[in-house]
Structures are given as C-alpha cells and as structure tokens.
C-alpha cells in the first residue's frame, strides 16, 4: 500500500516528536535508530525513507524540542513564573517533557556543527523576542537586559543539570533547585 505524501509528514512528525522526547530524557548516544522508530511505531528500514543520517534527526528533534519547550515570557510576572516553573522538582524528573537545552546541552557540546547550530540559534531566537518587547529601551539598555536574560537562563539551567546530577532521592538535589530559586527569584525582584 502506497503511502500518501500527507502521510508521510505525518509519520516524520511523528519519528520526530518521539525523538525530541526519547533524546531529552536519554541523550542522543543513548537511544538507537532501531529503538527510536520502534517507539514511533514504524521499523527500522523506514528511517532512511525521512532522514539521511541520524544527526540529521537529531538536529530536527532538537528545533522541535527547543520551540516546543519554549515559553513565551512578557514582563516580570513571567519571568517570576518560569523560575518557579523551571527550578522545580518536577521539571527536574520531566526529562523527556522539560527542557531540551537542560536536557541537551551536554551532548548537543559533542555533536557536529548542525546542532550546535541549532541550539544557538534557537537561543537567539528567545532573546531576540524578549528584547523585541522593549522596543522603547536605549542600545545600553538592551545591551544590559540581553546580558541579564542570559545570566538568569544559564543560572536555571546549570541548577537544573547539576541537579539532575545527583542521586534522585538526594537531599542535595533539592537543595541545587531550592537554593538557586530563591537567590535569582530575589535577583529579579529587586
């Protein structure tokens, strides 16, 4: 049965989403192209029917992953609301629902340009929409607050990694979260 081209975007979506999920909560060297589509329902063969390599699926899982993870922040409320959000224990055992550059950063390090790509540029593209909210601000001052949204983003991110790095059932890993939510929580209200 011939497969319809609406059909097979479908099924690319689908190899997709369920990439972006199985790296966020395994890392890319942690799941197999066989395994991957399994999970996706389809077989092994049809994986080069979509994609050339398996870097070329991590490079989209990751733009899927880093746009469905984003959140879209406007004024101090939201940003109060996503450190509450991010540094929670929840988001950190939500690996393959949480964030991907928390989940990914460390492998996307190791990978070829494509991806590195992928995770600057979607960076960019964050920074690039808070700052267009302050259309009335002065050079320095987009200057200044770029500078501080990627202090508070690589500061949640960090305590979110390092977090995840201890045992599950460690006190510290409470700690990690609780304590770096109160200090850029204090940071962003004064």
Known sequence: MKVTKAQAQENRARIVEVAAA????????????????????????GFYKHFKSKADLMAEAAAFG?????????????????IER???RKHRDSRSE????????????????????????????????ALARQSDATEAERQQAR???ITLFTQA?????????MPDDSPLADEILQVCREALLVRVTQ
Request: with cysteine; aromatic share 8%.
């Open 66 to 82: 880093l746009t469905q993870t984003a959140s879209e922040s406007d004024g101090q409320a939201a940003i109060l609301e996503f």
């Open 86 to 88: 991010y540094l929670s």
């Open 22 to 45: 199985l790296f966020r909560e395994r890392g890319y060297d942690g799941v197999g192209v066989a395994e991957l589509m399994a999970a996706a329902g389809f077989t092994h063969g």
């Open 147 to 149: 500078a501080g949204l």
């Open 157 to 165: 991110m960090g305590a979110v990694m390092l977090s995840r790095a």
């Open 98 to 129: 949480g964030c991907t550059f928390a989940a990914l950063c460390g492998d996307a390090a190791r990978q070829p340009d494509e991806i590195k790509a992928t995770f600057a540029e979607e960076l960019e593209n964050r920074l690039t929409a």
